[in-house]
Structure formats: structure tokens, C-alpha cells
């Protein structure tokens, strides 16, 4: 059964326990100082951005097609059973195509470093194996963040939506966008003064497809292109080859 | 001839200079990492080292293919006379294309990852691989010279007997890449401007590294025949303008109904930041080249058509860089430019290019003219009609 994390604007208070909670998981400094930055960083994988009196979360969505999977060529990055997409850094090679990739700008990189690593919500993989919730779900003492069967979440955010229609954007982000993701986000206001990419932007389709309509010409492609070439190679030299035929013969000819 | 002296020893310096320059942004980046050299960050990913190092890099290169193309496989036996230098060309642009990417990578020492951990969806994976099998392909047409000038017969027998071979996989490894050169940005259609996102991108990068192969070509012979004072081959060179010509008019017909198809069309005379860099691009790749060169007197006079050949070429390379940087300026919000020591190593990685190809045409045999060659090769007993044909 696949996870997810629902996240409910409505319901969070912004104390940024879920930020800290991430930080300590992914064993990532934290202090008042990374508190108060409002970006995404290599070593901020997850921040509650405040506007006004709303709130709203930031992390990976955990897409369930994953662009930054498909994108990357050694296969780094993949998405687990449980719903988690993960991240391998010793097949990294760093070129960052994974982070153009990701339409939420999700993954980070370690520009400093000298072996740098891509850095990313990763869904605590090890507590979700083991049945744990994520490690900021279960620190959110309004369960604002929630952890649960990802079906089930769908259709808890729906019921949310049609109990108080008057608190929510009527919209779940992350049922549809990029063709669905683990990650479902509620808010009162609309989710791009977060920053989060407009619905009609994103799209429902999953991003995977737009290179894998063009990658699955290939198969037939190679071989066909390679006969024409081959083919054409073919005339042109049997040609050539009887023109000089012809004109020795010619000159023999012409000898006798 | 003082003139030529001092003049020579003006490229030195400078040379010498880029490569000072270059040395030491080459120290920061291997000491002090990728965010202390570039002015990449998280919003920026990649640069001016995928957009120029890459993207163009092989764009430029695309010469060699499309020579080698037109000679072995539809026999277009006359423009043997540059298959040497182009293949040359071709064969660096690769090489510089990988120094390139030791730079841009984050772990360029696992770069052999590549080979292993593969992912057959990964576009990037497809243009890794094409590039790296092409490069030694690249490598096996170029290693002609280098034995001929050891007289190595044997070895040179066995590459000929192998080139049309060769020259097919080439072009195929060719279309394969540079088309999926394109492939690459189809994956973010929500970041890029609708002016540089197309479905058609893939098509469009494959037939701009037509054009600008042969406006390379045009470009190098013009050049080289200036520097190294032999003679140019100008009806060669102006049938590849003839060719250039025909492939911009595709390209731009081909461009227009993108723009028609997708309804894009009004915004692009309507100024914006987009467009004003649309607006040069479209100049320098399509009106200025396509003026040009509809004019037979252009065709025929070296001077001319270099200059047209020149435009096309900083056109597409507009183009690319477009299509990396300016097409998602807006959706990232803030504009990016690259860092002096960003610049300074892809100076450096040009002038590496200017330098070996120096040293090639100084002690390889790649300027041969064919009668030369013809002379040369019976006389070390290469031998066999078809064959003699096949390697100049
Ligand atoms: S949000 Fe971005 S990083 Fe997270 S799974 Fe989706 S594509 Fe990958
Ligand atoms: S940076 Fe690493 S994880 Fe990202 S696409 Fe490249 S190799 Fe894959």
C-alpha cells in the first residue's frame, strides 16, 4: 500500500516543529537562524513559508512519475513501493539534471562542496519501511502534516473540501498535477502566492512522457535509419562501381 | 614578414593569457567546488557550460557528420578536399566537449558511472552514450592522418577497409544525439517560454546542427585557407553555401509553422524581454544569412560568405543559449549571467581547440589536397582503385 503525507494549511499554526523534526532525521543543523530562512537549501529540505496568517509547506512531493527519476542517467533516484523517491548519491555523477527536471525545484545542490550530493526530502524511507510515520508528520502537533495510506488521504482531503468548502481552495494539489503525486497539499488561498507552480503550468500530465513519447521512437528508429543510411550507401557504390566498370571497359574498347 | 611576426605573437599572448586565466579558475573549481566558480545556485542549475560548452559545442561539430555524409554515402566525391579538416574539427569539438563536462559535472570523477548504472529512459543517459561511442568513432576516422604520417600501411588498410562502416554508425550516433540534444528540455514544457519550448525541439537542434555543419565548414576552410595560406577550394565552398542556403529556408519555414501551430506567433512581435532575444536570434540565424546567401554573388566570393556563414553560426549559438538560459529566466524569476571565471574556462576551452587544431594541421597530414593524396598514396602502396578514394 503506498504512503503519502497530507498537508493542511488550514490547520497549521507555523511553528516549524515538522522543519526541525526533518532536520533531525536528516541529521542537518538547525537553529533559529536556518529557522528564519525561507528557501529550500541543501541543508533545509523542508520550510513553512508564512504569509500573513497563512502558512503553507514545502518539501519534495514525492511524484508518482517522477521526473527527476526519469531524468537522471545513472538511475540515482527512484521511487519506492511505499511511496518514497529516494536517492542513491554513490551513483551520482552531478549533472544536475534531475534538479531542471523537477517542475517544484525540489532537488538542492551542495554548491560548496567538493563531492557534492543532491539534496532532497527523501520521505524518511527507513521509518516508512518500518511502518513509522514520516519523522515531521509525527511531530506536528496539529496534524496539519499527516501521514497515512495514500488513498485514504485523497479521500479525507476531498471530504475536508466538501465539509468546509468556504476554508479551501477547492483544489488538491498534487492529485492531478504532474500526473499525481504522494505529497497532497489544502490551502485557503491559492497555492502560487506560495510559489508553488500554477496548476494550469504544471499540468496533469506526467512529466516523464513528454521525453518518453520521444524515447520510445527509438527501437524503431535506429534500426530503420541505420538500413536507409546502409541502402543508400549501398546504390551510390554499386553505382560508382559500375561506372568505372563501364569506362574501363570503355577504354578497352576503344583499344582494341 | 615583421608584421607577421608580431601579429603571431599577439595570438601567443593572448593564447598564453586565456590559459593563465583559465588555469586558475580550473584551480578554484577542482578546490573550492562548483558554487565558488560559477554563479550557478539551486534556481540556475545549469550554465553557460551546458549552454555553451555543450549545447554548442556539439552543434559545432556537427561537420563531421554531415561531410563525411554526403562523401561516402552518397558519394559526393567533391568535397574530399575538406573531409580531413572537418573530420578534424569534429574529432576536437567531442574531445573539448568532454573537457567541458569534467568541468560542469559535480563528480566528474565518477563520469564512468555512465556505463554502468543505466537508465534507458534518461535522455541524458542516450546523448552520454551516443557522444562517448561517437567520440571513438570520430577518433577511428581521424587516426588516418596520424598513421599516414608514421607511413603505418597496415593499420591504415584495416581503418579503410571499415570506414564506410564507420561513417554510417557516425551519422546514425549523429541524428541519435544532436536531435536529443533537444530531447533534453522537453522534460520542463512549465519552466521554458513558449518562444523556445516546442514538441518539435528535438527536430529543430538536429537541423540546426545541419546548418550550422555546414556553416562551420565554410566558416574553418575560409579561416584555415587564410592562416595557413593555402589555397581555398572555392567552388566546394560555395556549393556548401548553396546547401546552407536551402537547409536555412527549411529550418525557417519549419520555424514559422511551429510558431502558426502553437499560436505563438503575435507575441513574438510584441516587446518583451523574450523577445528581444528571439529577435536577435531570428536575425543572426535567419535574416541576415538567408539575405545573404540569396545573392549569387555572395556564393561565389569567400569573403561574403564567410561573413554569412559567421552570422549563422552565432545565430544558432543564440539560439541554444536561449533555449538553456533566457527561455526560464521568467520562471526562476531572476536573471542569470555567468561568472568571469565561468567564462574564462570555456575561453580556455576554445582556445585549447584553436591550439590543437594548430598542431594537427602543422604535423598531420590534413590539408592534403586529393592530387597530392593521389600522388602520395600508390606511392606507399595503399593500393586497390576503390580504396584510394576513400580516406582523403
Ligand atoms: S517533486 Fe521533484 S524531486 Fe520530488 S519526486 Fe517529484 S520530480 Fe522528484
Ligand atoms: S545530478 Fe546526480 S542524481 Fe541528479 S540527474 Fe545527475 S546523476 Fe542523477
Not at chain 1, 57 to 85: N, W
Not at chain 2, 181 to 204: C, D, N, Q, R, V
Request: aromatic share 12%; net charge neutral.
Amino acid at each position: 500500500m503506498s504512503k503519502g503525507i497530507l498537508y493542511d494549511a488550514t490547520l497549521c499554526i507555523g511553528c516549524k516543529q515538522c522543519e526541525s523534526a526533518c532536520a533531525q532525521q536528516n541529521e542537518l543543523p538547525y537553529d533559529e537562524k536556518v529557522a528564519a530562512e525561507s528557501v529550500q537549501t541543501d541543508h533545509k529540505f523542508t520550510t513553512v513559508l508564512t504569509k500573513d496568517d497563512k502558512f503553507m509547506r514545502r518539501l519534495c512531493q514525492h511524484c508518482e512519475h517522477p521526473a527527476c527519476a526519469s531524468a537522471c542517467p545513472v538511475g540515482a533516484f527512484h521511487k519506492t513501493a511505499d511511496g518514497p523517491v529516494v536517492y542513491d548519491v554513490w551513483k551520482c555523477i552531478g549533472c544536475r539534471y534531475c534538479m531542471m527536471a523537477c517542475a517544484f525545484s525540489q532537488p538542492k545542490y551542495e554548491w560548496g562542496k567538493l563531492n557534492p550530493r543532491v539534496r532532497k526530502c527523501i520521505m524518511c524511507p527507513d521509518r516508512v519501511s518500518a511502518g513509522k510515520a514520516t519523522a515531521c508528520a509525527e511531530a506536528c502537533p496539529t496534524g496539519a502534516t499527516k501521514f497515512g495510506d495514500h488513498d485514504a488521504l485523497i479521500a479525507e482531503a476531498k471530504d475536508r473540501i466538501k465539509q468546509n468548502p468556504a476554508n479551501y481552495v477547492d483544489h488538491i494539489y498534487g492529485l492531478n498535477e504532474v500526473g499525481g503525486t504522494s505529497v497532497l497539499l489544502l490551502s485557503a488561498i491559492p497555492f502560487e502566492q506560495f510559489g508553488l507552480p500554477k496548476i494550469d503550468r504544471v499540468g496533469d500530465v506526467a512529466l516523464p512522457e513528454y521525453t518518453g513519447r520521444v524515447m520510445n521512437l527509438m527501437p524503431d528508429f535506429i534500426p530503420l535509419w541505420g538500413l536507409v543510411l546502409g541502402g543508400v550507401y549501398w546504390v551510390t557504390n554499386r553505382r560508382k562501381e559500375v561506372e568505372e566498370v563501364e569506362a574501363e571497359e570503355k577504354a578497352m574498347r576503344g583499344g582494341k | 614578414m615583421t608584421i607577421m611576426n608580431v601579429k603571431v605573437t599577439f595570438w601567443r599572448v593572448l593564447f598564453v593569457v586565456i590559459m593563465i586565466v583559465g588555469l586558475y579558475s580550473t584551480y578554484v573549481r577542482y578546490l573550492h567546488g562548483l558554487g565558488a566558480v560559477s554563479n550557478m545556485n539551486d534556481q540556475f542549475p545549469w550554465g553557460l557550460w551546458i549552454g555553451f560548452d555543450c549545447l554548442c559545442g556539439i552543434m559545432l561539430a556537427a561537420g563531421g557528420f554531415c561531410i563525411t555524409g554526403a562523401v561516402y554515402i552518397f558519394h559526393v566525391e567533391r568535397l574530399h578536399c575538406i573531409v580531413r579538416p572537418t573530420i578534424l574539427t569534429a574529432f576536437l569539438g567531442y574531445l573539448l566537449f568532454i573537457v567541458g563536462l569534467l568541468f560542469d559535472l559535480g563528480r566528474p570523477w565518477f563520469i564512468w558511472h555512465q556505463m554502468i548504472y543505466i537508465n534507458l529512459h534518461s535522455v541524458m543517459f542516450e546523448v552520454g552514450t551516443c557522444v562517448m561511442v561517437y567520440t571513438t568513432v570520430l577518433l577511428l576516422e581521424f587516426v588516418p592522418n596520424v598513421l599516414e604520417r608514421f607511413n603505418l600501411v597496415g593499420p591504415i588498410r584495416w581503418v579503410k577497409k571499415i570506414y564506410p562502416v564507420l561513417v554510417c554508425l557516425g551519422i546514425l550516433l549523429s541524428t541519435l544525439h544532436q536531435s536529443s540534444l533537444g530531447s533534453l528540455f522537453l522534460i520542463f514544457p512549465e519552466k521554458m517560454h513558449a518562444f523556445w519550448y516546442t514538441p518539435a525541439l528535438p527536430f529543430f537542434f538536429f537541423l540546426s546542427a545541419i546548418a550550422c555543419g555546414l556553416a562551420m565548414t565554410i566558416f574553418e576552410s575560409t579561416l584555415s585557407s587564410r592562416v595557413f595560406g593555402r589555397g581555398l577550394e572555392r567552388s566546394v565552398i560555395t556549393e556548401l553555401g548553396g546547401a546552407l542556403y536551402v537547409v536555412l529556408w527549411v529550418i525557417a519555414l519549419l520555424r514559422v509553422q511551429d510558431y502558426m501551430h502553437r499560436k505563438v506567433y503575435m507575441d513574438i512581435f510584441k516587446p518583451s524581454y523574450e523577445s528581444y532575444f528571439l529577435w536577435a536570434e531570428l536575425t543572426l540565424a535567419f535574416v541576415i544569412p538567408l539575405f545573404m546567401l540569396s545573392f549569387k554573388k555572395v556564393r561565389t566570393n569567400s569573403n561574403l560568405l564567410y561573413i554569412a556563414s559567421l552570422s549563422t553560426l552565432l545565430g544558432f549559438v543564440t539560439n541554444r543559449l536561449n533555449v538553456a538560459m533566457t527561455s526560464m529566466e521568467t520562471w526562476v524569476g531572476h536573471h542569470y549571467l555567468p561568472s568571469f571565471t565561468e567564462v574564462s574556462i570555456t575561453l580556455m576551452i576554445c582556445a585549447m581547440g584553436f591550439f590543437l587544431f594548430n598542431m594537427a594541421v602543422r604535423f598531420l597530414p590534413i590539408f592534403e589536397d586529393e592530387h597530392a593524396a593521389a600522388h602520395v598514396e600508390p606511392a606507399i602502396q595503399i593500393g586497390e582503385v576503390p580504396q584510394h578514394s576513400l580516406v582523403n
